[in-house]
Nanobody, 125 residues
Framework: QVQLVESGGGLVQAGGSLRLSCRAS????????TAWFRQAPGKEREFVGS????????RYAQFVSDRFTISRDDARNTVYLQMNSLKPEDTATYYC??????????????????WGQGTQVTVSS
């Protein structure tokens, strides 16, 4: 069972950038669809973006508005979420998730099999 570990969260001013990392325990991540979700206090976990198992296709939530980019480094078994032009409303705990290998991407939390522990992102105004 693959394990996912996020890192890279922190405190940043509005307009700043952060890059989150999601390191997998093995290479299965390189053939698995992955996604980033986030959850703010008192709110449901919401879809941020996804990467197909081939690594060739991405999909983002509307609120991302071209500010975020998901990528993968197969040599490092790591998926990244580059976040630019951060806003205070982006404050949340960010989670990476993966489905079983070769599955299509999905936007529902229930369709993901593996989750990281989350990393906190706080954007000050």
């Amino acid at each position: 069972q693959v394990q996912l570990v996020e890192s890279g969260g922190g405190l940043v001013q509005a307009g700043g950038s952060l890059r989150l990392s999601c390191r997998a325990s093995d290479r299965t991540i390189n053939s698995s669809p992955t996604a980033w979700f986030r959850q703010a206090p008192g709110k449901e976990r919401e879809f941020v973006g996804s990467l197909s198992w081939t690594g060739g296709s991405t999909r983002y939530a509307q609120f991302v508005s071209d500010r975020f980019t998901i990528s993968r480094d197969d040599a490092r078994n790591t998926v990244y979420l580059q976040m630019n032009s951060l806003k205070p409303e982006d404050t949340a705990t960010y989670y990476c998730a993966a489905r079983a290998r070769f599955q299509p991407v999905a936007v529902m939390t229930s369709e993901y099999d593996y989750w990281g522990q989350g990393t906190q992102v706080t954007v000050s105004s």
